[in-house]
């Protein structure tokens, strides 16, 4: 027999190894059911790419008493396999998240997996969240570095998880704000339960290159140069106030062309 209650999609771009999954899992369960979808491994700054010339593997992992599905994919392709092909029903929520770094300002949010997951949903009609959590510097480049946390931040996981229990309690019983195709959640480095939140559009931002010459000269490897901030508004600025910002999205890329615009480009019967 089919189980037709609603439940939520969780994913994530951090993988199966993401510390966060395991209190952020029972925490959601609290809501309605929850089937996790992840990578099988790291996928940050993947966006909205999705598996094409390549089969995707499934797996599964029994973590925290949960099964826990597993693709060596990308985010997108564990939102949509999780929405479309892997359960009797869709799920009534995607929940990306939360990940370890913030996706705050219009080049980070236009790269990243987590996002990328949550329009993925949205892309199957399915309304989406995407959580982020800044770090502290050093607690970040732990995490890079030797894929742990210590004490201090481990606390800070379990805030952000609490605020995320929280909005998704609100979208599973309302929905998202007034006409968001998804909404975006970034949390400061000082989040707790009381922390204010406040909506926050994108921040206008921009990177330069994000490549250096590889050591043996043949090649060229990640090598970020740093963001730069166009407009000292929105999302970032949030942040900076200590405020988790909220963003709701809305797909409404199109830009009205000018008159001269239609003298230049249209060609008209």
Not at 244 to 266: G, H, K, M, S, Y
């Amino acid at each position: 027999m089919v189980n037709t209650d609603p439940w939520i999609l969780l994913t994530n771009d951090d993988g199966i190894d993401s510390p966060v999954l395991a209190p952020l899992i029972p925490a959601l369960s609290s809501i309605a059911p929850v089937r996790t979808v992840v990578p099988a491994s790291e996928c940050s700054w993947t966006g909205k790419v999705i598996s094409r010339f390549n089969p995707v593997v499934l797996d599964s992992v029994d973590r925290w008493g949960q099964q826990i599905w597993t693709l060596d994919g990308y985010p997108a392709d564990c939102a949509n396999i999780g929405v479309h092909a892997l359960f009797d029903t869709p799920p009534a929520l995607v929940v990306s998240g939360i990940n370890m770094g913030t996706n705050a300002g219009l080049a980070f949010f236009l790269s990243s997996g987590t996002v990328g997951a949550a329009v993925e949903g949205f892309l199957a009609g399915v309304p989406s969240l995407a959580l982020s959590l800044e770090l502290p510097k050093e607690a970040y480049a732990l995490w890079r570095r030797e894929r742990r946390l210590e004490a201090p931040t481990e606390q800070l996981l379990h805030n952000a998880v609490e605020v995320a229990r929280s909005i998704t309690d609100e979208v599973w019983r309302s929905g998202l704000p007034s006409n968001a195709s998804l909404m975006t959640v970034n949390m400061p480095t000082t989040t707790s339960a009381d922390s204010p939140r406040r909506f926050a559009g994108i921040t206008p931002t921009i990177y330069g290159s994000t490549f250096r010459r590889s050591a043996e000269g043949d090649g060229f490897e990640h090598a970020f140069t740093g963001l730069q901030i166009k407009q000292e508004t929105g999302d970032i600025v949030a942040l900076q106030n200590q405020e988790i910002a909220l963003t709701p999205v809305r797909f409404a890329l199109d830009a009205e062309p000018t008159q001269e615009d239609r003298l230049r480009f249209e060609r008209l019967s």
